[in-house]
């Protein structure tokens, strides 16, 4: 439209995969943006600054056809992916922090919850028939509106963190007003007397960067773990699976113009499996969903992967094919989907957990593009054994979280925090907390 001739044809990939590549990009600015947002703003303000991208980034999308601009659709998946950057650290952290310790889980697992349903709607409003035909797609894109102003409406009637206001700007009357406002009539002299313990276990300590994360002892197994199991979630598969499905089911005789409807059925699947997973965090553990959802990824990816090579000798092998991506789907939104996102808010106090997430949101955001980045030429060069690093990355995962995760379902943050002093130093109790000079253990001889 604009010279009168069509790009050449090595163009047209390259701005589709930047269009498609510059939301984990956006993310991944996102996240680093999200650890200081949450220090200086709050929790809560935090989510609702965030929804300014959100806007921008509609708008962008909305006129964008109109326009003739291809480099508006650029610039609007930079801004969704910095807030959706900003929103998947901040959001797990104000519910962690909010919720009491015997729901902690479960209420911050409902982030993945929305996750799900937002990839099921994204699945249907995607539809031929409905928003993804020709005409209708810039609505399509800038349905991302919706839930930010339904936030923008909502998020403003509900109290802020009730740790950040008591160990990070010091309010005990703003404290104990949105314990109040969360908690209702039930007593609540056992919770302030924890978060007062909390509250002296952080005195005279100020926020951490992420990089000194790495180099404090007394943070070994959490940043070992935070690293592991974030860096196995990325690539343990799933994303991978998603992207595979369309061909299985191709293969399994679906007629093309049914693919979309049976691809709605992955995303039903990682839904149901988050609303399962919730339900019975507080019930299993952590580890035990973690552990469990690996190595019901492992079985089943192995039979996957059988299923591919023997699918030209037996005619129902693709049918099995097909089962298997179900059951992979489901098996990852049962334990690793859910419960990895909670890991930074129960193994980090309050004086690091928004470096943890930082860590954790960029580390996921870089994965993401380097597995999407690479899966084609994955895919190219093994044929049908092309999930046979993700299952080794799965029996990794699993393997792990055996032997080096501590089981937090249940405990208070003070009661995590000495449990994982321990385990960074056998045998030496963690002593009373003295006010004086922070002792910086990278220059002990």
């Known amino acids: 439209m604009r010279t009168g001739w069509p790009l050449p ?12 590549s510059l939301y984990p990009v956006g993310g991944l600015l996102g996240a680093l943006l999200a650890g200081p947002m949450a220090i200086t703003l709050g929790r809560k303000k935090s989510l609702l600054v965030n929804n300014i991208f959100v806007v921008a980034a509609a708008t962008l999308f909305g006129f964008s056809r109109r326009a003739g601009s291809f480099e508006m659709i650029m610039l609007g998946r930079l801004l969704v992916g910095v807030s959706a950057g900003v929103s998947m650290n901040v959001q797990p952290m104000y519910l962690g922090e909010s919720a009491p310790k015997e729901l902690r889980g479960a209420v911050a697992m409902t982030s993945a919850i929305f996750t799900a349903l937002g990839i099921v709607m994204g ?10 035909g020709p005409q209708a797609w810039p609505l399509l894109l800038a349905s991302c509106l919706v839930p930010g102003v339904l936030q923008l409406a909502s998020l403003p009637l509900l109290p802020e963190s009730p740790r950040y206001l008591l160990i990070d700007c010091g309010d005990s009357e703003a404290c104990l007003a949105a314990l109040q406002r969360l908690r209702g009539p039930a007593d609540l002299a056992e919770e302030l007397a924890e978060l007062e313990r909390e509250r002296a276990a952080c005195q005279g300590r100020r926020a951490r ?7 404090d002892r007394a943070l070994r197994r959490q940043v070992a773990s935070l690293v592991v199991l974030g860096g196995v979630m990325e690539l343990c598969g799933n994303d991978a699976v998603y992207a ?8 399994a005789r679906i007629p093309p113009e049914k693919v979309q409807y049976a691809s709605i059925g992955t995303g039903g699947c990682e839904l149901l499996a988050a609303l399962l997973s919730c339900v019975v965090v507080e019930r299993v553990g952590r580890r035990m969903l973690l552990m469990g959802g690996y190595g019901l990824m492992t079985c089943w990816g192995s039979v996957f992967t059988a299923a591919l090579c023997l699918q030209s000798s037996l005619p129902w092998m693709p049918y099995l094919a097909m089962s298997c991506v179900f059951a992979f789907i489901l098996s ?11 890991l930074a808010t129960e193994l980090f106090d309050q004086m690091t957990r928004p470096a943890a997430y930082m860590v954790c949101g960029a580390l996921m955001w870089t994965m993401l593009f380097l597995v999407g980045l690479g899966f084609p030429f994955i895919m190219e060069g093994l044929s049908h054994f092309l999930y046979v ?12 979280t055996g032997f080096f995760l501590p089981e937090t379902r249940g405990k208070s943050f003070v009661d995590i925090s000495e449990e994982l002093h321990r385990l960074n130093f056998p045998g030496v109790e963690p002593g ?14």
Do not use: K, M, N
């Open 123 to 132: 699945q249907v409003v995607g539809l031929r028939e409905l928003l993804g």
């Open 9 to 20: 044809d090595q163009l047209v990939p390259l701005l589709w995969s930047l269009i498609v």
């Open 389 to 400: 690093p993700f299952l080794c990355v799965c029996v990794c995962g699993a393997v792990y």
């Open 432 to 445: 009373p907390h003295v006010d004086g000079p922070e002792v910086i253990r990278s220059t002990e001889l």
């Open 244 to 251: 595979y499905a369309s061909a299985v089911f191709s293969q």
């Open 332 to 342: 990852f939104g049962i334990g690793p989907a859910g419960v990895t996102g909670i």
């Open 209 to 215: 960067r992420p990089w000194e994360l790495f180099r």
